[in-house]
Every structure is written in structure tokens, then in C-alpha cells.
């Protein structure tokens, strides 16, 4: 079970990123993040998996840990590379 406020703030720790930027990098619509905050619905496992693959540690999202990142992960280093995908994004879907 995913707790609904760590979402907020995973969004905050990314370099404040909206939630319809949170959906491009995830692929998903900015109402299911939305829903996810508000605590009405939950990540699936495939969205659970590709947080986890960014380096966001699954204890910390359901409120199990403290640490937000997993063991060996620098913020500085996530938040410049979701900011480099979502440009990757961002521009895709200009084209």
C-alpha cells in the first residue's frame, strides 16, 4: 500500500515536478496521479517497478522507511535525470 502523501513529496524531491509530468515519465494519465494523492487509487505493479527502476525505494513509498532513495542513489543525480527524460519526452510529443 503506497501512502498517498509520499507521492506529493516524491514530486517535490524530483525537482517539483507537476503531476501530469510525473504521468509523461510513467506513462499514465495525470488523473491517476491525482487519484494516487488523494488516495482513492494506487500504483500498479508496472508503475511500482519503473519508480523503482529511477531509484525510489519501495519501503519508502508505502511508508515502511524513511529513505526515500535506495542505498547508492544521489538526489542530484535522479532529479537531472528525470528532468533530461522528461525533456526527451516533452519533445516527443511536440513532434
Do not use: C, F
Not at 531509484?55 to 532529479?79: M, P
Amino acid at each position: 500500500m503506497v501512502a498517498a502523501d509520499r507521492v506529493a513529496v516524491l514530486r517535490a524531491h524530483l525537482g517539483r515536478i507537476s503531476q501530469g509530468d510525473l504521468a509523461l515519465l510513467l506513462g499514465i494519465a495525470r488523473s491517476t496521479v491525482a487519484r494516487w494523492e488523494n488516495g482513492t487509487r494506487e500504483p500498479d505493479l508496472n508503475t511500482l517497478s519503473i519508480l523503482h527502476d529511477i531509484g525510489v525505494s519501495l519501503e519508502w513509498l508505502a511508508g515502511k522507511s524513511d529513505i526515500l532513495l535506495q542505498a547508492g542513489k544521489d538526489y542530484e543525480e535522479l532529479k537531472a535525470s528525470v528532468r533530461a527524460r522528461l525533456d526527451e519526452l516533452q519533445a516527443q510529443a511536440a513532434q
